[in-house]
Structures are given as structure tokens and as C-alpha cells.
């Protein structure tokens, strides 16, 4: 199979809520994702409070959500890349900004030793696994009727001109109400630190 069909099926099956395929794209992604996190955490202040496993895993949850959602257009695994990369970027400013906070400022912290003990493994745990099946659940009960409707539609494939000629919309109407709906879902959620740029 080549490389752009086989992308095309993995995200497809992502959108369609396939557990494996959702474990395959982030055994394929998590390590540039965590290696454009650690190249923006210089400080080690910063990598005492933070780890880019966090970070990934957020991007994953949102990226998840908002793509079983139909959200994002992705035909290239350089697209997805992309992606990923700013929402990791998001995602990691976002948190910087809240370690700095005067409250909690990590600058004044004292750093300690690590134990060998606290590090994570990298394998996906079966909590992980529920949790992302419990998220995908969740997000799917703040949907208004209307709302999983248009997200119905574009997980099946229709482009946003197919569905507004269906619901007699326009499809950039259309786009801006998934949009806003993935917004509110996600912040409800919190998980809203994606940004359309």
C-alpha cells in the first residue's frame, strides 16, 4: 500500500473513532512532537515543572477530538505534522504563561534530584486508552442536536460545499459553526489551547 493511501486510511479511521488508528498516528507522531516541545523548553527551571509528554498527550486529546469531529482537512502527513507542531506550540506557551504567573512562578523554585522512579514509561497504559474513549464520549454529549448533525457529515467524508448544499447553508456558515462548537466542546473539556492559524 503507498504512503498517501495509507495516510488517507489512517485518517479516516481516526475520524471514524478506531482505537488502533489513533494508536498508530501517535506511535508515528508523538516523538517529533515531543522533540519540538523539549527544543522550546531551553529553561530548566521550565523542564522541572513541565515534561513534553504532557504536552503531547494534550495535543493528542484535542487533535483527537477536534478531528473525530471533522474539524480539520488533512490530506498530507506533512499537513498533520504541521498541525500538531503549532498545537504542541499552543499548548506548551499556554502552560509557560501559567507557570509564570506571579503565584506560582517556577523561576523561584529550587530544583531538586529526580527519581529515577517518577519518570513515566513511554508505552500507551490502559488508562490511557479509557481515558481517550472517555473523552471521546464526553465531547460527544456537549454537541447540540444541530451540531453532531454537521459533524456527522463531515465524518463521512463531505466536503463543506456537499453539506451546505445539503443543509441549505453556506459552507464557510457552516465551517465557522463546527468551529465554534469544537471551540466550546474543548473548553468545556479543557482542552482548548488549539488556535486556527
Same mark, same amino acid.
Given at each position: &500500500?503507498?504512503?498517501?493511501?495509507?495516510?488517507?486510511?489512517?485518517?479516516?479511521?481516526?475520524?471514524?473513532?478506531d482505537?488502533?488508528?489513533?494508536?498508530?498516528? +501517535?506511535?508515528?507522531y508523538?516523538?517529533?512532537?515531543?522533540?519540538?516541545?523539549?527544543?522550546?523548553?531551553?529553561? *530548566?527551571?521550565?523542564?522541572?515543572?513541565? =515534561?513534553? &509528554? =504532557?504536552?503531547?498527550?494534550?495535543?493528542?486529546?484535542?487533535?483527537?477530538?477536534?478531528t473525530?469531529?471533522?474539524?480539520?482537512?488533512?490530506?498530507?502527513? =506533512?499537513?498533520?505534522?504541521?498541525?500538531?507542531?503549532?498545537?504542541?506550540?499552543n499548548?506548551?506557551?499556554k502552560?509557560?504563561?501559567?507557570?509564570?504567573?506571579?503565584c506560582?512562578?517556577?523561576?523561584?523554585?529550587?530544583g531538586?534530584?529526580v527519581?529515577?522512579?517518577?519518570?513515566?514509561?513511554?508505552?500507551?497504559?490502559?488508562? &490511557?486508552?479509557?481515558?481517550?474513549?472517555?473523552?471521546?464520549?464526553?465531547?460527544?454529549?456537549?454537541?447540540s442536536?444541530?451540531?453532531? #448533525?454537521?459533524?456527522?457529515?463531515?465524518?463521512?467524508?463531505? =466536503?463543506?460545499?456537499?453539506?451546505?448544499?445539503?443543509?441549505?447553508? *453556506?459552507?464557510e456558515?457552516?465551517? #465557522?459553526?463546527? *468551529?465554534?462548537?469544537?471551540?466550546r +466542546?474543548?473548553?468545556?473539556l479543557n482542552?482548548?489551547?488549539?488556535?486556527?492559524?
Amino acid at each position: &500500500m503507498s504512503e498517501p493511501t495509507s495516510f488517507e486510511d489512517l485518517i479516516r479511521r481516526v475520524r471514524a473513532g478506531d482505537q488502533d488508528a489513533a494508536a498508530a498516528l +501517535v506511535q508515528r507522531y508523538e516523538p517529533a512532537i515531543r522533540r519540538a516541545v523539549r527544543f522550546r523548553l531551553s529553561d *530548566t527551571r521550565l523542564v522541572r515543572v513541565l =515534561d513534553s &509528554m =504532557d504536552i503531547c498527550q494534550s495535543v493528542f486529546a484535542s487533535f483527537f477530538v477536534r478531528t473525530a469531529a471533522g474539524q480539520f482537512d488533512i490530506d498530507q502527513p =506533512d499537513q498533520l505534522m504541521k498541525l500538531l507542531v503549532v498545537m504542541a506550540r499552543n499548548k506548551l506557551a499556554k502552560q509557560v504563561s501559567g507557570q509564570q504567573a506571579q503565584c506560582r512562578d517556577y523561576r523561584r523554585t529550587q530544583g531538586s534530584e529526580v527519581d529515577a522512579g517518577q519518570i513515566a514509561g513511554d508505552g500507551e497504559s490502559p488508562s &490511557m486508552a479509557v481515558a481517550g474513549k472517555e473523552l471521546l464520549s464526553a465531547a460527544e454529549k456537549l454537541f447540540s442536536e444541530d451540531e453532531r #448533525k454537521l459533524r456527522d457529515l463531515r465524518k463521512e467524508g463531505l =466536503d463543506w460545499i456537499a453539506i451546505a448544499k445539503q443543509l441549505g447553508s *453556506t459552507p464557510e456558515a457552516l465551517r #465557522k459553526k463546527l *468551529t465554534r462548537a469544537l471551540d466550546r +466542546v474543548a473548553s468545556e473539556l479543557n482542552i482548548d489551547d488549539y488556535r486556527d492559524e
